[in-house]
């Protein structure tokens, strides 16, 4: 007889608010008592539209009120289920000895040709091949990118427990692996995951045997749809756009289109490669949707009250490389130039976008005796008092350290380069991506050469973190 799955989701329905959901007990409400076993596996299955997780223990509650914490320092390499899954697929295709001879030369060609479409800003056809060469690839970097960048967002509480997530243009599954294995949907304070892949290309052959790995409490499904197309059928808590704008025809009106489809306060994150086309395309996309009334969140800032930068900053951030895993060395192994086909940096730009006017600095730089950098045209030799983020790593060939600094009212760009270093400066060396600092009599310079300001910090320049 088969089980009434609808007693089972009845009896579920009236316990969860009374006390933590044993497929054990609930057998005992449904007819023919069915196994304990059978009832899980509905629960598992029913667990997503009753709002429920599966906890370690084995019972099903709703997930914890409030945001995720995750506990995060770095990513060093893609974890071994997901390194097996890409290689069996390889396997699967070309055998034993996929990597060598007439099937690991096209893979290399594959990927050789794909790198270079993308660096001529050509169109990629996503066909199979490719999919297999772009996991190869692009999987390692992107899987450990999404994760430092989601966990910029949830450090500051804003990924809930409960999340509803749309990946437009899901690809092979770097960024759904790295959000799944930052929240942790089967950890000890396990999150409920709905997450909506929109994939229109053949990735998708990669795509769904990497996410039959995901948790039980990590729902997904996969939408074989462009992102013009697809009803966006929101509201959804986050909305991924990793490493896609740039392929889109007209990526701010789609962006925008999907801004309509986030919760009240739900996030759009845009992720974009950090090489310049790619990074300054990301933060024009950003710019254009702030005119037409989203907020930049972060890492850009915007400290002055009606300013708003006049020029796309080139910002991005790194991070430590990641190892290689097998499939990249193996490929690599037999290659004239094997460090074409090891992607391990870590470099990347991003950008939080909302529409409920929530920034992360809340700061009004008008109420503070600084000057804004819209106004160092008129100070170029002066020393004056600023507000900033430090919005790059060290971007110096082994000279004064130097770093992209912005207060979203500039009309060029600006560096801060340090020349000479004192206790009263060193913060700016130790400041993270992204972190506000108040500089005291720094020295403003035109630099020709970058067509930029330079403002330098000496032993007369004091920099505090804010
Ligand atoms: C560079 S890949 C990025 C994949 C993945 N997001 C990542 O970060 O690894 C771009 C992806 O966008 C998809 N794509 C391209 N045009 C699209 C469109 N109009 N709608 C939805 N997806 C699209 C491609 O099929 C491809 O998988």
Not at 393 to 400: A, E, I
Request: aromatic residues 8%; without cysteine.
């Amino acid at each position: 007889m088969p089980v009434d799955r609808s007693a089972v989701r009845d009896a579920a329905r009236y316990l969860r608010n009374v006390r933590p959901i044993d497929p054990d007990e609930i057998r005992e409400y449904v007819e023919g008592r069915p196994d304990a076993r059978v009832v899980r596996r509905i629960l598992r299955e029913e667990a997503g539209s009753l709002g429920l997780v599966e906890y370690p223990d084995g019972t099903f509650r709703p997930p914890e009120a409030g945001p995720i914490r995750p506990t995060f320092e770095s990513v060093t390499e893609v974890p071994q289920q997901y390194v097996s899954v890409v290689e069996d697929l390889l396997l699967d295709r070309d055998g034993r000895h996929w990597a060598t001879g007439e099937s690991g030369a096209q893979l290399r060609e594959t990927i050789r040709r794909f790198k270079a479409d993308y660096y001529r800003q050509h169109p990629v056809e996503y066909d199979e091949d490719v999919a297999l060469g772009y996991a190869i690839y692009h999987l390692p970097a992107y899987y450990a990118t999404a994760q430092y960048v989601l966990w910029d967002l949830a450090r500051d509480g804003r990924l809930d427990r409960s999340l509803r997530v749309l990946d437009v243009g899901a690809g092979v599954g770097g960024p759904a692996l790295g959000l799944h294995d930052l929240i942790d949907p089967d950890g000890s304070e396990p999150a409920l995951v709905e997450y909506h892949a929109l994939e229109p290309s053949a990735a998708v052959t990669v795509l769904e045997p990497l996410l039959e790995t995901t948790g039980q409490n990590f729902h997904w499904e996969i939408h074989r749809e462009t992102a013009e197309a697809f009803d966006t059928e929101g509201p959804y808590d986050l909305v991924l756009f990793s490493n896609v704008l740039s392929e889109l025809d007209d990526p701010v009106d789609v962006a925008d289109e999907y801004l309509d489809s986030l919760s009240e306060d739900g996030t759009m994150v845009a992720i974009a490669p950090a090489d310049r086309n790619t990074s300054l395309g990301l933060r024009s996309v950003e710019r254009r949707l702030e005119a037409g009334g989203a907020t930049v969140y972060a890492p850009m800032v915007r400290l002055w009250p009606d300013e708003r930068p006049d020029v796309d900053i080139w910002s991005f951030d790194e991070r430590p490389a990641v190892t290689p895993p097998s499939f990249q060395t193996r490929l690599a192994a037999e290659a004239d130039r094997p460090e074409e086909f090891t992607h391990t940096s870590v470099k990347f730009s991003y950008s939080f976008l909302r529409r409920d006017g929530l920034r992360r600095f809340d700061v009004a730089a008008d109420a503070r005796p600084v000057t804004k950098l819209a106004e160092t045209d008129r100070h170029v030799t002066d020393r004056l008092d600023v507000l900033v983020a430090k919005l790059s790593r060290d971007l110096s060939d082994d000279g004064h350290p130097l770093y992209t600094v912005s207060d979203g009212s500039e009309r060029e760009r600006h560096f801060a380069v340090l020349v000479n270093e004192t206790a009263l400066n060193r913060p700016l060396l130790e400041a993270a991506y992204g972190d506000l600092l108040s500089f005291e009599r720094v020295l403003v310079l035109w630099n020709d050469d970058e067509g930029a300001y330079n403002l330098v910090v000496d032993e007369e320049t004091i920099v505090d973190p804010v």
